[in-house]
């Protein structure tokens, strides 16, 4: 979570969160987005019963190829973990002072079921693949308030996960975009309702390759040109992972290469 993003998560809380909804937090981890919604909301002047209020989502568990996670863990809080360990101490310890405000959602989210409770802001970082991206959407996508949810996509500038951006672009129409890039994340604001049937092909994620591809085009083209290169990643990934659709990813990296050298890239981005 970069800096931009936390204050981002701070004044939404602070200064424009109205109580007509709830803050859903999906993806808490170690409870740093958390922490910032809680202590903008704790400076609130427009909503009085703060009690649960932000509801965090995780199962605070390290997973397979997450040695990244396992590392920052020891290296921060000395603790040694591996594959299955809980890090749900170092949650609590890190949102002690603002635990009035929260409700946690301790669970496999593929097994979550949201009750009708209305969605003020959804921050989502949990959408590591496209079934927790369908599961997403079918249970918050529906809560959301037409003319008023933000919807923070805390993935969208990352390259490995172009489903993000396939749903996205399909509801396009219903959303506003408010800030195409702070640090990785992407903002929306829902305009106007969902008709059911369009949420249940996003939630089911269905699309067929080609459908797909030109999603992840349109979403490219949306965007400015300085906000392009990592969906423009996402897409090369994406046609990796389908050889079927007939463009050789290989060709398009060596292009992308062109197009944004390592040495002179303003995002110092790592990329395979």
Not at 102 to 131: G, R, Y
Not at 171 to 199: C, E, G, H
Not at 201 to 222: G, H, V
Request: glycine share 4%; hydrophobic share 40%.
């Amino acid at each position: 979570l970069g800096s931009r993003e936390a204050s981002l998560f701070y004044y939404l809380a602070r200064s424009w969160y109205s109580g007509l909804g709830v803050i859903v937090d999906a993806g808490s981890f170690l409870g740093r987005s958390t922490v910032h919604f809680g202590e903008g909301l704790r400076l609130n002047v427009l909503v009085s019963d703060k009690s649960k209020r932000i509801h965090c989502f995780d199962d605070f568990l390290i997973h397979e190829n997450e040695e990244d996670t396992s590392n920052f863990i020891q290296n921060n809080w000395s603790l040694t973990t591996s594959v299955g360990s809980s890090f749900r101490e170092i949650f609590d310890a890190q949102t002690k002072r603002i635990s009035e405000f929260i409700e946690t959602h301790h669970s496999d989210f593929n097994s979550c079921v949201w009750p009708s409770q209305p969605i003020e802001i959804l921050m989502v970082d949990i959408a590591k693949d496209t079934k927790l991206g369908c599961a997403v959407v079918r249970n918050f996508f529906p809560n959301l308030i037409p003319g008023t949810s933000v919807v923070i996509q805390q993935d969208y500038h990352h390259p490995w996960l172009p489903h993000i951006h396939v749903v996205m672009e399909y509801l396009a129409n219903y959303f506003t975009i408010v800030a195409s890039r702070i640090s990785d994340s992407m903002v929306f604001q829902l305009n106007k309702a969902i008709p059911s049937n369009t949420l249940a092909q996003a939630a089911a994620f269905n699309f067929t390759l080609s459908e797909q591809l030109e999603l992840l085009n349109n979403a490219i083209r949306r965007l400015q040109v300085e906000d392009r290169c990592i969906v423009e990643l996402a897409r090369i990934v994406f046609l990796h992972k389908n050889e079927s659709l007939g463009i050789p990813a290989q060709q398009e990296l060596e292009s992308f290469d062109k197009k944004y050298p390592r040495v002179s890239d303003p995002l110092h981005i790592r990329y395979v």
